[in-house]
């Protein structure tokens, strides 16, 4: 879908805060203001929102997920189940089949508590 620029990007940033929306349109298109008034002042500004920007709506979380699901087949992202949870893995290295910490940390130290349990049997067995 087709919007203006004003709708689909900056007032989405505006709300954020203004220090977001000015930061980032002086890094993205190049506008330097340090505030509000200066921005509104910009004839670059004014340029920049007379445009439009292809906008992406998502109306449900089944479609947000089929649109996430998606993206990873376009950038060729490997998605995997965990053996131990049964979570997705997203990334990574392509043989990986366990989340890590950062992701699921109850899932990484259910394995390493199992890790070492089979350590302290075969320990105890010698």
């Known amino acids: 879908m087709i919007d203006t620029f004003y ?3 900056f007032r989405p940033k ?3 805060g203004p220090d977001c929306a000015l930061t980032e349109l002086c890094g993205k298109y190049g506008i330097d203001a340090r505030n509000l008034d200066e921005l509104i002042k910009s004839y670059e500004f004014y340029k920049l929102m007379d445009g439009t920007i292809k906008v992406t709506r998502i109306y449900s979380w089944l ?3 089929w ?3 998606y993206q990873d087949l376009k950038s060729l992202k490997t998605v995997k189940i965990c053996q131990n949870c049964g979570n ?3 990334g990574g290295h392509k043989d990986r089949i366990f ?3 950062a992701e699921n940390p109850d899932c990484f130290r259910q394995r390493n508590a199992k890790s070492q ?3 302290r049997l075969r320990r105890g067995k010698r």
């Open 7 to 9: 709708k689909g990007w």
């Open 14 to 16: 505006l709300l954020k």
């Open 63 to 65: 479609g947000y997920l």
């Open 67 to 69: 649109w996430e699901f």
């Open 88 to 90: 997705f893995i997203r």
């Open 99 to 101: 989340c890590t910490e």
């Open 117 to 119: 349990r089979r350590s």
